[in-house]
């Protein structure tokens, strides 16, 4: 399967979670080249046309930026295109979209481990969505 990957989609919330799938993600186009994108999603507040959360989603996006660009620099030893995007919008919808709207290969994506004494409702986490509503291979990582 990894013979045919061209581009990696790369979710990230910049939590400790998501270096598991920065390490995974850099051994895969380490062995196979392929395009890497690192998307972030913000989940957008919905006030009708308000300019403090205008600005306020300006400075998130901002930030993600910056953060994203940093991570993309784990890459840089290698001869890769490693795009960075900031979206707003549901994080699991968004980044099922732009996997399907750029040809994306394959997303790898991280989760958190479940316990049995869990409820049903912490299975509707953004890594679960995406792996059930993506159109292409998921790798998910625990």
Do not use: W
Not at 79 to 107: M, W, Y
Not at 123 to 137: D, E, F, G, R
């Amino acid at each position: 399967m990894f013979d045919r990957l061209t581009h990696i989609l790369l979710p990230v919330d910049f939590s400790d979670k998501n270096v598991v799938a920065m390490d995974t993600v850099y051994d895969i186009v380490t062995a196979k080249p392929a395009k890497v994108t690192l998307l972030h999603v913000i989940e957008p507040i919905t006030v009708n046309d308000d300019e403090e959360i205008r600005k306020f989603t300006d400075q998130l996006r901002a930030r993600a930026d910056s953060e994203l660009a940093s991570l993309a620099s784990r890459f840089a030893d290698l001869d890769l295109d490693v795009t960075c995007v900031t979206l707003v919008g549901n994080r699991s919808k968004t980044a099922v979209r732009h996997a399907l709207e750029n040809d994306v290969d394959l997303i790898v994506v991280s989760s958190h481990q479940l316990g049995s004494d869990d409820s049903p409702r912490s299975m509707a986490s953004v890594s679960y969505q995406i792996a059930v509503l993506a159109t292409c291979p998921v790798l998910l990582l625990k």
